[in-house]
């Protein structure tokens, strides 16, 4: 089964911190994704990438961002957290688009 | 941009009961769909995904059905259990090949 492993599990900061979400997937993917899950508002896509070096906009970008350093990298940036960036955190990873997409374990991060 | 929408976003029902849930979708251009089941403090998982090229799909108790003309997608699980108490998503591609979009989640308990 697909390998993505996110870390750290658990985050807490205090707002205006600086914060980094690491993602590593050891299958070889394409594509890999930020998401947040919410509450109400369910799995939002907040950046993705098709390749080392390469970047696309997700929905709720707005706060973040992100870097793909090597096929298998995907960092997500939060230079100023702010309370409202409280949630869990999945990184994501697919062959293909238009295809099964495999979660990480995600990160909680709590902003305070 | 664009959305999908989920409903119910709780669903309770009695063991050896049928549950439903539907999605809709914006663009008559999405052509895949698949479904996700997130288990108390685990990662989304695929659970089965249909192609804008069938209108029904049905592996191991679960039913997905496609009415491209509605641009209606549903999920029918049969013969609940308690095993099928979980968070469900629904998924649509969007349009220009960017990544899936999810709707908001339902939430399925099975009693006794």
């Known amino acids: 089964e697909a390998a993505v492993t996110q870390s750290p599990r658990n985050k807490v900061t205090v707002t205006g911190g600086n914060v980094t979400l690491s993602c590593r997937q050891t299958?070889?993917?394409?594509?890999m994704y930020w998401y947040r899950q919410d509450t109400g508002h369910g799995l939002r896509l907040i950046h993705y990438?098709?390749?080392?070096?390469?970047?696309q906009i997700g929905d709720v970008p707005d706060g973040y961002k992100a870097t793909r350093t090597t096929q298998e990298d995907f960092f997500l940036l939060l230079e100023l957290a702010s309370p409202s960036q409280t949630s869990l955190y999945f990184c994501?990873?697919?062959?293909?688009?238009?295809?099964?997409?495999?979660f990480g374990k995600g990160t909680r991060l709590t902003v305070v | 941009g664009e959305q999908v929408e989920q409903l119910p976003s709780i669903l309770r029902v009695q063991e050896g009961s049928s549950a439903s849930i539907n999605c809709t979708y914006e663009?008559?251009?999405?052509?895949?769909f698949p479904w996700y089941k997130q288990e108390p403090g685990e990662n989304p998982k695929l659970i089965i995904d249909?192609?804008?090229?069938?209108e029904r799909k049905q592996t191991q108790g679960l039913i997905v059905l496609l009415d491209k003309k509605a641009k209606r997608f549903s999920l029918h699980i049969t013969d609940t259990q308690p095993g099928d108490s979980a968070m469900y998503f629904c998924?649509?591609?969007?349009?220009?090949?960017?990544?899936?979009?999810f709707g908001t989640g339902t939430t399925v308990s099975v009693s006794p």
């Open positions: 994501a990873s697919s062959d293909a688009q238009n295809t099964e997409v495999f």
């Open positions: 299958n070889s993917h394409n594509y």
């Open positions: 990438s098709y390749g080392a070096g390469n970047l």
């Open positions: 663009n008559s251009a999405s052509n895949y």
């Open positions: 249909i192609r804008s090229n069938m």
């Open positions: 998924a649509a591609s969007p349009q220009g090949g960017r990544a899936l979009i």
